[in-house]
T-cell receptor, first 114, second 114 residues
Framework: AQSVTQLGSHVSVSEGALVLLRCNYSSSVPPYLFWYVQYPNQGLQLLLKYTTGATLVKGINGFEAEFKKSETSFHLTKPSAHMSDAAEYFCAVSGDTGFQKLVFGTGTRLLVSP | NAGVTQTPKFQVLKTGQSMTLQCAQDMNHNSMYWYRQDPGMGLRLIYYSASEGTTDKGEVPNGYNVSRLNKREFSLRLESAAPSQTSVYFC?????????????FGEGSRLTVL
């Protein structure tokens, strides 16, 4: 069965610093991978996704992620953090029954200090 | 451009009371989902409906029932609420058949069971 591990329930960075949120997955089939962002008291919004093709995926708000099959990773990065990036981020992998179920990680809360 | 709409947004129940969470989507999606979100546990799938007329259990179905009323609407019912069901509930939908698995989420329903 598919699974996702997000390392670090909280990550703190200073404004302008590099953001790195880690995600490792387990999948018995070629995965589709997603990053979602959740701002306080809101639902989840898609940040970016990897399906097939180019392994470096660019998303909204300057975020990007790289699919590394050999490392079973899909880490999320942003070169320079903004205060508005403070939110909770979830990595997800498509289920082994195709797309019927997405399996989510436990989330990483990003804190950005001035 | 409503997307996925959930009602109510907030609800307080006493143990043993029943209630129904409503969800409607206007994107003509075939599949609909109910997740619960708890601190440190990410999103866990309660039930899903791959298409109108079908429903299936997810990871944590105990204590819940669902109804896929039509293509647009998917409701979640708690027959006898328990404090362990205090959570934030999210409805989501997605395209099936040729899609990439991306889920579209509602803004959530915050339920407290006393």
């Amino acid at each position: 069965a598919q699974s996702v591990t997000q390392l670090g329930s909280h990550v703190s960075v200073s404004e302008g610093a590099l953001v790195l949120l880690r995600c490792n997955y387990s999948s018995s089939v070629p995965p589709y991978l997603f990053w979602y962002v959740q701002y306080p008291n809101q639902g989840l919004q898609l940040l970016l996704k990897y399906t097939t093709g180019a392994t470096l995926v660019k998303g909204i708000n300057g975020f990007e992620a790289e699919f590394k099959k050999s490392e079973t990773s899909f880490h999320l990065t942003k070169p320079s953090a903004h205060m508005s990036d403070a939110a909770e981020y979830f990595c997800a992998v498509s289920g082994d029954t195709g797309f019927q179920k997405l399996v989510f990680g436990t989330g990483t809360r990003l804190l950005v200090s001035p | 451009n409503a997307g996925v709409t959930q009602t109510p947004k907030f609800q307080v129940l006493k143990t043993g009371q029943s209630m129904t969470l409503q969800c409607a989507q206007d994107m003509n999606h075939n599949s609909m989902y109910w997740y619960r979100q708890d601190p440190g546990m990410g999103l866990r799938l309660i039930y899903y409906s791959a298409s109108e007329g079908t429903t299936d259990k997810g990871e944590v179905p105990n204590g819940y029932n669902v109804s896929r009323l039509n293509k647009r609407e998917f409701s979640l019912r708690l027959e006898s609420a328990a404090p362990s069901q205090t959570s934030v509930y999210f409805c989501a939908s997605r395209v099936t058949g040729g899609g990439t698995g991306e889920l579209f989420f509602g803004e959530g329903s915050r339920l407290t069971v006393l």
